[in-house]
């Protein structure tokens, strides 16, 4: 089997971080089978940004290409899906000369499905499209939502990170033969548990006290302005970790104004944004994992937290009631509320969590499992009885 997946959010120079889950389930699936990677870069005239690379590279140990295709910034989004496939019909034309994939898979509906059912029909090559958080901004607006639709139903197969989505991906007709559930995985090595006071101690953080942790960049849908107004009804001796940087509407600064104004401000840190290799510090440091969005996917922070055996209190958005046992691993809350927060983030607080239990009853999986039944998905695909 020669698969071709397709994502815009991939691990590169300057980000070796974004889209890591995509790169993580692609190198497991990359045991059981022949995979190549295009992750495509938006380009327009005198807008730089990464350096796209049509030909074939190595990101650790992955063949990926990175051919461009011309996109207007915040203008007439809506076709870019079109203009996706427009600009990669060449370059895949040309791939198949030297390798011809049996299989097309599209790591979100937007751009990726879109652009990728398109050149999939044109030459006759049965597709897979991944559901993630993306979806819902899709449904926002009428266009988005039917190229979606027409693409999803169009797939041999669609595979969603939560079976919250999946129910709209029914709603859009596709077919509960064609749909499965496959939530994402952990690097179960790296995130791990450790130390609670050997991790504050690397972090230099505080050594007494009880501390919560985001980690989620600083834009507003993360909710954390609810978190910092409970913060404010908790006992003194709790604070505060947001680990993230500045997104679009959020900012440092920002937050630490919403902390003064709740009289927390010398309880909330904002070390900024870390790199992967000290988050699974963070979350043994810390006696809670916090996530208050507004819309998610499948949160990989949730997934985290859990494999090093720290509680979680996540909002309920995505797949969050799919990979957050409770009571055994925390509480779930609605989006958007302080008091169910604070109630629950005093209930935690409250609580022994053995670490060790927690991390036992998540059942969180590795990267190589969920590879396993992605791998699955695809054998169907391309079974001659389908």
């Not at 690097?187 to 919560?212: M, N, S, V």
């Not at 797949?319 to 109630?343: H, N, W």
Request: include cysteine.
């Amino acid at each position: 089997m020669k698969v071709l997946s397709f994502s815009y959010c991939f691990p590169n120079q300057d980000n070796p971080t974004w889209g890591i889950f995509v790169y993580q389930r692609l190198a497991g699936l990359a045991q059981q089978t022949e995979l190549k990677v295009c992750s495509p870069v938006p380009w327009f005239p005198l807008v730089t940004g990464t350096a796209s690379d049509a030909n074939e590279q190595c990101w650790n140990a992955m063949s990926v290409f990175r051919p461009r295709f011309f996109y207007i910034p915040k203008f007439f989004k809506n076709s870019d899906g079109r203009l996706y496939a427009s600009g990669l019909r060449r370059w895949l034309g040309s791939l198949q000369k030297s390798w011809q994939p049996d299989l097309l898979d599209a790591h979100f509906v937007w751009p990726d499905g879109v652009g990728v059912a398109l050149l999939a029909q044109k030459l006759n090559i049965p597709y897979v499209i991944t559901l993630r958080g993306k979806l819902y901004e899709c449904l926002k607006d009428d266009s988005q939502t039917q190229q979606c639709r027409r693409a999803l139903q169009g797939a041999q197969a669609v595979i969603s990170v939560s079976s919250r989505m999946a129910e709209e991906a029914v709603r859009l007709g596709v077919d509960t033969q064609r749909l499965t559930v496959i939530p994402n995985g952990v690097d179960l090595k790296h995130f791990r548990i450790r130390d609670r006071q050997k991790c504050r101690e690397k972090l230099h953080l505080p050594a007494t006290g009880r501390l919560l942790v985001t980690v989620a960049h600083l834009g507003p849908r993360k909710g954390h302005h609810e978190v910092i107004e409970a913060l404010a009804a908790l006992p003194d001796d709790v604070r505060l970790i947001i680990v993230g940087g500045d997104a679009q509407g959020g900012s440092k600064e920002q937050l630490l104004e919403v902390a003064k104004k709740h009289g927390v401000e010398d309880r909330l840190i904002l070390p900024g944004r870390q790199g992967y290799d000290l988050i699974p510090y963070f979350y043994s440091a810390a006696d809670i994992s916090v996530l208050a969005s507004y819309r998610e996917g499948c949160p990989n922070a949730v997934l985290e937290s859990l494999a090093c055996g720290t509680p979680v209190v996540a909002t309920d958005v995505g797949a969050v009631a799919d990979i957050l046992p409770q009571p055994e691993c925390g509480r779930m809350v609605p989006a958007q509320q302080v008091a169910p927060l604070k109630q629950a983030l005093s209930q935690v607080l409250e609580k022994t969590w053995p670490p060790q239990q927690v991390r036992s009853a998540s059942g969180v999986r590795s990267w190589d499992q969920v590879a396993e039944e992605v791998y699955k998905v695809f054998e169907k695909v391309l079974s001659p009885e389908c």
